[in-house]
């Protein structure tokens, strides 16, 4: 890959332009990583997080981005999840080394960031956030969360409700997702990482306040 479309300005910080010819550099450089079927679900939540952008107003070459990446890191085996992640120096919890599985959302930022030269803290951010959650989560960290649980090729049960809520309420939408997340974890007996509690605890209580 020649040219990702990263300007580097003044300030030293990066904006990305992403034309049609670059993001499909892009296709190409995240399906050397994951199966075609798993590429299917990431152009899924790339498509659905743009519309979510134009429907609430977030940069929406970011949330295309954000969205294409997300699980750049999904299909490195298991074992390998915990050493890599510590050989980028990322921070593990005690939840992410008895659950390592999570560690896909920050390595796949760190890949994206070392692989392709996404330097855009806000996308690898909402790279990191798109398993679990967080506390104050931007407007992209919602929309990439929320287009991972709600692209078409997910089924789900009350998946199609969510699509609805999706329309018009954000934040609605984002706390059904999480509940069904948490819900489906404490049915496997698993471990529900913090974030995700601070995630649904901080929406509940700011819609308190309306
Ligand atoms: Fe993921
Ligand atoms: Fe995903």
Redesign the pocket.
Known sequence: MTNLGLYRLASLNYIIVVNEMDYAEIIDEVAKKISPK?LR??IG?SQTAESLAVRFGCDQEQAKLAGIL??LA?EVPVNELLPRALAFGIVVCDIERAEPILLHAPLAAKMAQTELGINDSEIMQAIIL??TGGPNMTLLDKIIYLA?AI?PGRKFKGVDKIRKVARTDLDKALLSALDLSICYIVKGSGLIHPATIAARNEILQNRSKY
């Open positions: 798993r679900h990431s939540v997300h699980d999904r798109h398993t991972d692209e």
